[in-house]
């Protein structure tokens, strides 16, 4: 059973950096599609980046594209996600997700979930 469990997360001001970390047990790292969602209070979860099986994929949404950056370690397998230039509306439970397929933007494409991480950016 593959488990997922994200760290990093924390408190910062606007305009600082944060890099959330999500490692895999118990499954074939090189061989997920992972991502990251979020989900602030009273919002829907939504996508904010993935990266294939290889890494030699990367997709982020809009609205961090520029900002944030995404990578993956096979001797750690750990998946990294560098958060610069924060905003306030960044503020949310990051979650990390992982599926042996095709990297997608639905949550619903991914069958493995960690618990999530809480990031909060204060203006």
């Known amino acids: 059973q593959v488990q997922l469990v994200e760290s990093g997360g924390g408190l910062v001001q606007a305009g600082g950096s944060l890099e959330l970390s999500c490692t895999v047990s118990?499954?074939?790292?090189?061989?997920?599609?992972m991502a990251w969602f979020r989900q602030a209070p009273g919002k829907e979860r939504e996508f904010v980046a993935a990266?294939?099986?290889?890494?030699?994929?990367?997709y982020y949404a809009d609205s961090v594209k520029g900002r944030f950056t995404l990578s993956r370690d096979s001797a750690k397998n750990t998946m990294f996600l560098q958060m610069n230039s924060l905003k306030p509306e960044d503020t949310a439970v990051y979650y990390c997700?992982?599926?042996?397929?095709?990297?997608?933007?639905?949550?619903?494409?991914?069958?493995?979930w960690g618990r999530g991480t809480q990031v909060t950016v204060s203006s």
């Open positions: 997700s992982a599926d042996n397929h095709r990297v997608g933007e639905l949550a619903r494409e991914y069958d493995y």
């Open positions: 118990g499954g074939t790292f090189s061989a997920l599609a």
């Open positions: 990266i294939t099986w290889s890494g030699g994929g990367r």
